[in-house]
């Protein structure tokens, strides 16, 4: 199985795979997967403190907790796991070997051990910022270092994911592009180095003010930088699991994209686009121009909601096409019946598509649009807005390809294969929910980051409806459904790498040095338009999105009275 040196082949897929790129994939993903854990047990302890009738957490402790969860789950969690990914793709997907794995090492160790140092300076007390880290808040140094140690060992890793991709082009292991999930990552890859770039801008001066050699960091300033790179790093996540959609459509259906050139297309718009869009954070700033705000809320926004459109389409549209090539051409949706919904890989991937689009995307537009993003700022519909993209689109994504790789690159059988047929579900449907009630919560004005919504212990008391009440109970219901998909899924993982039944090694296809490439590491498209289906529920989406928008516009028009 092992070639000289520094190559195996995996007798699933063909791929010759170096060793130093399998031991760094390895590492990255089982790490990420523990700070998913730590993260997750974080969360569940917030959520379980706004559940009115539980409230679990003293303030002191909410506040740290969410400052951890945040750090973990948005930061740590998922960029170890893109980690892995640019790895993978660059690699794995172009048969290469790995550009300066010692360097990719070095960035590990960065990345890990500054994990830890936020996280114990977190843990101390003394730097319960939360993730934003708004100045005036200040942390301790170490938080602060921390971080910037994490950015620049992810910041390693990005050059040598470019590396392996010179490397590759100059040992001539692919013929024409690069494969369209490898564009997929370097588009991640090109926005993470945007998004490190200006952590660092912000970061570095925020420390020195932390020790005391700067007197004075401007509030606004911070957040227009900050903000460069908070929203950005979620931008890398989009990039990143739309990349995974295209590859699981690939592995699962051997379906291609129906136009590879617009798919390239759109993911150029996310580097040029997605970025500038990120200002809805800020468009209740009285410090910023109102010229900034237009052009983010209209130009840059519709440009980058064009690409996630495209990827909606096309990658569904991929799996129709390819479906009804082998005959499931009933009606508009046999195609979509008759897919492996018992298979976690699928049921996965799919559920990640919906809830990406119908709630994170249709959240985001309408919280990108300057008037109506008055009515939903700093409540808690904002978090329910990125756990709608950031669990239910990427974390879902990423468990679905989890459920491939960890069985392929460990060539170990899943662990509880039973219990992983309902983890999806379980998971996404329950974080579904959660985003649901979030927003339907902070549409009615629940605060962002408040520890108790009741205002118990507050000079001036606030009642917000009894259907607010209501929505923050039924959300700590759904995070509990989510957490016991969350357990099955770490059970899983971990159950897998060290008690996994061992797959029986078989020989490699000849010739075992240049195997033929699949759909996911080709170059190619479906080769017709002819998806009834998709189609159909693209116009479902659209009026879903039309209605939602004339609501929220309706719902602004009662609350901003004018004369």
């Known amino acids: 199985m092992a070639l000289p040196a520094q190559f195996r082949i995996c007798p699933d897929t063909g791929f010759k795979i170096d060793l130093a790129a399998d031991k760094l994939i390895k590492w990255n993903a089982v790490t990420a997967v523990i700070f998913l854990l730590v993260g997750g047990i974080f969360g569940v302890a917030v959520a379980l403190t706004r559940w009115p009738e539980v409230h679990l957490l003293p303030p002191e402790w909410f506040y740290l907790a969410l400052t951890a969860h945040g750090l973990d789950v948005l930061l740590v969690w998922l960029i170890f796991f893109e980690m892995a990914l640019l790895y993978f793709t660059s690699a794995v997907l172009l048969n290469s070997r790995m550009a300066a794995p010692h360097v990719a090492w070095i960035g590990y160790w960065l990345m890990l051990g500054g994990a830890v140092i936020t996280n114990i300076a977190v843990l101390r007390g003394e730097s319960t910022v939360m993730f934003t880290s708004y100045v005036p808040l200040q942390a301790t140094p170490d938080f602060y270092l921390g971080i910037i140690l994490f950015a620049v060992g992810a910041l390693l890793g990005c050059f040598v994911f470019l590396g392996t991709l010179v490397v590759a082009r100059q040992d001539k292991t692919y013929e024409g592009s690069i494969p369209l999930v490898t564009f997929g990552a370097l588009t991640a890859c090109i926005i993470a180095i945007f998004t490190i770039a200006t952590g660092a801008i912000i970061l570095i001066p925020t420390l020195f003010w932390s020790v005391g050699y700067i007197s004075h960091i401007d509030s606004m300033m911070y957040k227009v930088v900050w903000w460069a790179m908070g929203h950005s790093s979620q931008q890398i996540n989009v990039a990143a699991h739309i990349a995974v959609w295209y590859a699981l459509a690939a592995i699962l259906f051997g379906a291609k994209p129906l136009s590879e050139k617009v798919s390239r297309f759109a993911f150029l718009l996310y580097i040029l686009f997605l970025q500038l869009a990120s200002a809805h954070h800020l468009l209740v700033e009285p410090g910023i121009s109102s010229e900034f705000k237009i052009f983010n809320t209209s130009y840059a926004i519709y440009l980058a909601v064009l690409a996630s459109m495209i990827h909606g389409l096309t990658v569904p549209g991929a799996v129709e096409a390819a479906q009804r090539k082998k005959g499931y051409n009933k009606g508009l949706f046999e195609w979509l019946r008759r897919a492996p919904w018992g298979n976690p890989i699928f049921s996965g991937f799919a559920l990640s598509i919906v809830f990406f689009g119908f709630l994170g995307g249709i959240s985001g537009v309408m919280m990108g649009t300057e008037q109506l993003n008055i009515i939903t700022h700093n409540t808690i519909y904002v978090p329910g807005h990125f756990h709608a993209t950031v669990v239910t689109g990427t974390t879902l994504a990423f468990m679905a390809f989890s459920y491939w790789m960890v ?85 899983n993982i971990v159950g897998t790498l060290l008690w996994g039944k061992k797959k029986s090694e078989t020989a490699a296809p000849e010739p075992a040095a240049a195997p033929e490439p699949g759909p996911v590491g080709s170059y190619g498209t479906a080769g017709t338009l002819a998806v009834p289906g998709t189609f159909t529920l693209a116009m479902i989406f659209l009026v879903a999105f039309v209605l939602y928008y004339f609501v929220n516009w309706k719902y602004l028009a009662s609350v901003w009275g004018l004369s």
């Open 407 to 491: 069985p392929t690159l460990w060539q170990r059988e899943l662990f509880l294969p039973g219990l992983a047929k309902w983890q999806p579900y379980l998971f996404g449907i329950g974080m579904a929910l959660v985003s649901l009630f979030m927003m339907g919560a902070g549409t009615l004005g629940v605060p962002r980051r408040h520890w108790d919504i009741a205002f118990t212990d507050a000079v001036i008391s606030h009642k917000f409806p009894a259907l607010a009440e209501l929505m923050m109970s039924l959300n700590g219901i759904a995070a509990l459904m989510a957490t016991v998909g969350a357990v099955i899924f770490l059970l």
